[in-house]
Nanobody
Framework: QVQLVESGGGLVQPGGSLRLSCAAS????????KGWYRQAPGKQRELVAS???????NYADSVKGRFTISRDNAKNTVYLQMNGLKPEDTALYYC?????????WGQGTQVTVSS
């Protein structure tokens, strides 16, 4: 089992920045990749960014150049630095962890971009 706890969401004005964190605990040695997803009201959950154990990264086209995913292995934490936020980035952001036994999800953290 892997437990994931997200933090760092909040209300920010357009053009602002936020950094989301996702701390993992439990059977973390089996994790081979982590990702950030988001789900806006009435829309499907979509991939925002992902990072593998080899530090390969992948981004949705809509966030390329604005968001950066990174990880701190010593803290078992993955981050999502979000710059240049837009109202359309408003969503509930989830992190996940991919293991050989399955995919685990956190509870989510709300990001609202509004003036």
């Amino acid at each position: 089992q892997v437990q994931l706890v997200e933090s760092g969401g909040g209300l920010v004005q357009p053009g602002g920045s936020l950094r989301l964190s996702c701390a993992a605990s439990g059977s973390i040695f089996g994790i081979y990749g982590k990702g950030w997803y988001r789900q806006a009201p009435g829309k499907q959950r979509e991939l925002v960014a992902s990072i593998t154990s080899g530090d390969s990264t992948n981004y949705a086209d809509s966030v390329k150049g604005r968001f950066t995913i990174s990880r701190d292995n010593a803290k078992n934490t993955v981050y999502l630095q979000m710059n240049g936020l837009k109202p359309e980035d408003t969503a509930l952001y989830y992190c996940n962890a991919m293991t050989a036994l399955g995919v685990y999800w956190g509870q989510g953290t709300q990001v609202t971009v509004s003036s």
